[in-house]
């Protein structure tokens, strides 16, 4: 069971954060973080993030909502650059920090206001449904 939840979270992991992501990861692990690495994979990837009550449409907006309130900003970051594999939009984005200003504080949606900013102004343009770009 453990190596099929590993296994599942692995590819959960990557439809989410991309490939090159999860790739650097994991060349940059180490003996040291090894565990603690097996158990993200394992357990919010291959036991939450894979379970069938949400889409990861749905779940990629909590986390920002989560990881904004929290004023986690790298995980933040992470997650904005992922709504492109999740399918979240700039305009869920505006969204769910608007609830974050209104829940967890004005402050905490600035700062994650500003990091989303910095996020999208990096990003290529996101293809259309069309496949064209916008």
Same mark, same amino acid.
């Given at each position: 069971m453990p190596d099929e939840r590993y296994a599942t979270g692995m590819s959960v992991r990557r439809s989410v954060l991309g490939d090159a992501h999860v790739d650097?990861?994991?060349? *940059?692990?180490?003996? /040291? @973080?090894? @565990? /603690?690495? *097996? /158990?993200?994979?394992?357990?919010?990837?291959?036991?939450?993030?894979?379970?069938?009550?949400? @889409?990861?449409?749905?779940?990629?907006?909590l986390v920002i909502g989560l990881m904004a309130a929290l004023g986690h900003e790298e995980e933040l970051a992470m997650h904005i650059r992922a709504t492109r594999n999740t399918g979240a939009t700039e305009e869920d984005v505006k969204e769910v920090?608007?609830?974050?200003?209104? =829940?967890?504080?004005?402050?905490?949606?600035?700062?994650?206001?500003?990091?989303?900013?910095?996020? =999208?102004a990096d990003l290529p343009p996101a293809p259309s449904p069309q496949g064209e770009q916008r």
């Open positions: 650097l990861a994991e060349a *940059r692990k180490t003996a /040291f @973080d090894a @565990d /603690f690495q *097996r /158990f993200i994979v394992e357990g919010a990837w291959g036991s939450v993030w894979s379970r069938p009550g949400l @889409d990861k449409r749905t779940r990629s907006m920090l608007l609830m974050v200003a209104v =829940y967890a504080g004005v402050p905490a949606a600035n700062t994650a206001i500003r990091i989303a900013k910095e996020v =999208y």
